[in-house]
């Protein structure tokens, strides 16, 4: 650098914040290459070296100048490296995203920059009265994917609460793969009961998984909306299980709703809830998630922990147990025994 520009370059440095912002931009900028290579197949294809023309065959590439940059990109982030005429992955990042987790960490990644960062885009419109996302029926994959990550925690949730019964007549709103029963059977052999989804696609898959693992005695998988479908239900329950859901409902279906759940149960039955709660602003996770749950029409800002326990005694249980998973976080299990 030629010492005529050192003390334009030094002022530039010191404007207040800059450095910070700098170092978040790059992390924004490694984010959108990391999602930008996954959608592509440009990592998968990067587990074994490649250069650029093999690149361009296997991606059936149109416009090799674009193809080009985002190679630059990777280089420049340092999650990709170029020898002997070869790209491979070098970043720990874009490692992990084709490992054994991958498609959970694809997922956090895909949901932040599609509908969280939407929420975010939009914001000054919708504040001011602008429509809301109507992106709920086209994320639910991004959605249940991401919800992944808090499998383990819930399971180990519900797993306390089964463990030793000698009845367990389950009801799992909101299945999913069906893994929380399947999970469940294996701490408590003998439950038996009903998975219910909402989206067709989900349980045509929880289905197929049921039976792959042997579990079609055990278990039926239905597809339908809990308020429409509850009504058929003539089965009565040991356990409900109902996560990260209740922020889908209207307040005001809230209380229906629960009472449904509640006339499920048998006399010694319960419900467990998991799920975030507002934290007014002490956990970045809720937080964050509030905001987009406010941008999207069908969501709801998450609800209150203590309401929630008030909503709860309110709907005719007689017992509330709150467990906080995390310490300093709004991610809680509650437990509503019904007598």
């Not at 229906?256 to 007014?280: I, Y």
């Not at 029409?297 to 249980?317: A, Q, S, V």
Request: hydrophobic fraction near 40%; aromatic fraction near 8%.
């Amino acid at each position: 650098m030629k010492l005529k520009y050192v003390l334009p370059v030094l002022n530039i440095l010191k404007i207040e914040g800059l450095s910070s912002i700098m170092k978040d931009w790059r992390s924004f900028i490694r984010l959108h290459f990391i999602y930008s290579a996954y959608e592509s197949g440009l990592l998968k294809e990067l587990t074994v070296p490649c250069s650029k023309e093999t690149l361009i065959e296997k991606l059936k590439v149109k416009r090799s100048e674009t193809l080009d940059a985002l190679l630059q990109v990777g280089l420049a982030v340092k999650e990709l490296k170029y020898e002997n005429g070869l790209f491979s992955l070098r970043g720990k990042r874009s490692k992990a995203i084709i490992g054994v987790n991958g498609d959970l960490l694809a997922a956090v990644i895909q949901a932040n920059i599609t509908y969280y960062s939407d929420a975010y885009r939009n914001i000054s419109e919708r504040i001011c009265g602008a429509e809301l996302g109507d992106d709920l029926n086209k994320i639910g994959d991004v959605v249940a994917r991401v919800s992944k990550i808090t499998e383990p925690v819930i399971r180990q949730f519900i797993l306390n609460i089964v463990r030793n019964k000698k009845s367990n007549r389950m009801l799992d709103i909101g299945c999913g793969s069906g893994i929380l029963l399947k999970s469940t059977f294996e701490s408590n052999p003998n439950t038996t009961g009903v998975g219910l989804d909402i989206d067709k696609e989900v349980v045509r898959q929880a289905i197929e998984n049921i039976s792959g693992w042997g579990l079609s005695d055990r278990f039926r998988i239905l597809q339908g909306d809990i308020r429409e479908i509850g009504n058929q239900l003539n089965d009565s329950f040991d356990l409900i299980t109902m996560n990260n859901l209740l922020y889908y409902f209207r307040e005001e279906e809230r209380v229906d709703l629960l009472k449904t759940l509640q006339m499920k149960l048998n006399s010694s039955g319960v419900l467990a809830l998991a799920m975030s709660f507002n934290s007014r602003g002490k956990d970045l996770g809720s937080a964050n998630l509030n905001l987009v749950n406010c941008s999207l029409k069908g969501l709801t800002p998450l609800p209150e922990l203590e309401e929630t326990e008030l909503l709860l005694k309110d709907c005719g249980f007689k017992k509330i147990e709150s467990h906080q998973f995390l310490p300093g976080s709004t991610f809680y299990g509650i437990i509503a025994h019904n007598e």
